[in-house]
C-alpha cells in the first residue's frame, strides 16, 4: 500500500505564498503521475499534475502562480504557490496514479486557508 503525507497547508493572507509537500512511500519513477487536487466545498478539481516524462498541466485559475515540482531523491512533490486569492482557500490533496491507470492513491489534504 503505498502512502502520500502531505505537509505546508496553513493560512496566509492573499497575495501571499505557501509550499506543500507530498511524500511518498515509493519512488516517483513507479508511477505514472502524480498531482495535486483541491476541494472547497464543491467536487474536488486539478489543480497540478506531474508526469515520469516531466510534463506538467495546469488548471487555468493557477497558470503563472503555482508551480508543481519534484524531488527524486526524497519521493517528493512539491506545490510551489504564489499569489494567494481568497477563491485558492480549499483542502488541497496529493494523488498518484499508477502505470496501469487502475492504481490511484489520495494523500489525507491539507488544509490551505487564504484571508486577510
Known amino acids: 500500500q503505498v502512502q502520500l503525507v502531505e505537509s505546508g497547508g496553513g493560512l496566509v493572507q492573499p497575495g501571499g505564498s505557501l509550499r506543500l509537500s507530498c511524500a511518498a512511500s515509493?519512488?516517483?519513477?513507479?508511477?505514472?503521475?502524480m498531482g495535486w487536487y483541491r476541494q472547497p466545498p464543491e467536487k474536488r478539481e486539478q489543480v497540478a499534475v506531474l508526469?515520469?516524462?516531466?510534463?506538467?498541466n495546469y488548471a487555468d485559475s493557477v497558470k503563472g502562480r503555482f508551480t508543481i515540482s519534484r524531488d527524486n531523491a526524497k519521493n517528493t512533490i512539491y506545490l510551489q504557490m504564489n499569489d494567494l486569492k481568497p477563491e485558492d482557500t480549499a483542502v488541497y490533496y496529493c494523488?498518484?496514479?499508477?502505470?496501469?491507470?487502475?492504481?490511484?492513491?489520495w494523500g489525507q489534504g491539507t488544509q490551505v486557508t487564504v484571508s486577510s
Open positions: 494523488k498518484a496514479i499508477g502505470w496501469s491507470g487502475t492504481e490511484v492513491y
Open positions: 515509493r519512488r516517483f519513477q513507479s508511477f505514472y503521475a
Open positions: 508526469t515520469a516524462s516531466d510534463t506538467t
